[in-house]
């Protein structure tokens, strides 16, 4: 890491009279963290009289996870630019992160990075419920690399670090704001014709299953044993965020009206395995009332997935009851 680290070493250009030697002075980030601008889209470090920046469009951080030995890959250019910086004392983040930045301490060297490719390996951060198992994703762990990176220096220069030689920038954590997932256990048979689907709606929370096993799993008869069925293409459990409110006639609706849209949050459960036990829709039946019952839905051991992130529903997730004649 300090070899690393070391290339960042600012060459004072301090030349003596006689023979131009250079001094150098070598810089270590090895413990230092990432720190971010409240009110800019710029990542740095500092370290002593030294900073390391990365200002980029925090866009270039999905909120997702990224394929094993496939990071995301963008190119240092016009908004993106790393810059390494030296200054006469210990600087702040005030000589960065203001609006109008501080002017002391005074900058006494700068190299820009001209050209190189940043990589960025993300990873969820999540929390679990030690009671229920149920996880939930708080944020992304964006671990940043510098590849092939070339430094115009001020005396026009330049220093480039290729092949192997890399700079390992750091992890900036990034929070998300865990899914509500505040449904009560009262769900609803859609409306819409023809359609084996159950909602449970939180405001802009939906939670749908659409089950062509509807008529096996919802019988008009009390069990002994719950009604089973796995989570496949044709049994399907949904969680999707909208902007807005959402109800049973807005999915009804043909076409499916204009707003409230749906987020990026759009989660589908992993088909059930059942040599594992895994993705399991449970079902069940009491009397209710005269002529009506009352089917309690379960979800055993599901996890949720989006693009390469997921969590997990824990063992036995109460999704809700509906009443049927």
């Not at 496939?70 to 200054?87: F, H, K, L």
């Not at 949050?265 to 594992?276: L, S």
């Amino acid at each position: 890491m300090k070899r690393i680290l070391g290339l960042l070493a600012i060459i004072l250009l301090i030349s003596a009279c006689d023979d131009g030697e250079l001094t150098v002075d070598t810089i270590d980030f090895e413990d230092v963290p990432v720190q971010k601008c409240p009110q800019k889209e710029i990542l740095y470090k500092i370290s002593d009289s030294k900073m390391l920046i990365l200002a980029i469009p925090l866009d270039n951080f999905e909120e997702d996870e990224t394929p094993e030995n496939n990071p995301t890959e963008v190119n240092i250019s016009g908004d993106i630019q790393v810059i390494y910086r030296q200054y006469s004392a210990a600087p702040t983040s005030a000589n960065i992160c203001d609006l109008v930045t501080s002017a002391t301490p005074n900058l006494t060297e700068e190299w820009i990075a001209t050209s190189g490719t940043i990589q960025i390996t993300s990873t969820a951060i999540k929390s679990v419920n030690t009671t229920t198992g149920i996880t939930q994703i708080t944020g992304y762990r964006h671990y940043i690399v510098f590849q092939d990176i070339t430094f115009l220096r001020p005396d026009g220069s330049t220093q480039a670090y290729l092949g192997e030689d890399t700079f390992v920038f750091g992890n900036y954590n990034a929070t998300v704001s865990p899914l509500a997932f505040g449904f009560d256990e009262e769900a609803n048979k859609s409306t819409c014709d023809n359609d084996n689907r159950i909602f449970n709606f939180n405001s802009s929370e939906a939670f749908i299953l659409d089950l062509a096993d509807y008529a096996n799993l919802f019988q008009s008869a009390e069990t002994t044993t719950p009604r089973t069925a796995y989570i496949s293409a044709t049994n399907k459990v949904n969680y999707r965020l909208y902007s807005g409110t959402v109800n049973n006639t807005y999915f009804c609706t043909t076409p499916v009206p204009a707003t409230p849209t749906l987020t990026d949050q759009n989660w589908f459960a992993n088909d059930g395995v059942e040599a594992d036990g895994t993705g399991i829709i449970e079902v069940t039946t009491t009397n209710s009332s005269p002529g009506f019952f009352l089917h309690t839905i379960r979800l055993k051991k599901v996890t949720m997935t989006k693009g390469n992130s997921d969590f997990y529903l824990g063992d036995d997730y109460l999704y809700g009851s509906i009443i049927t004649p």
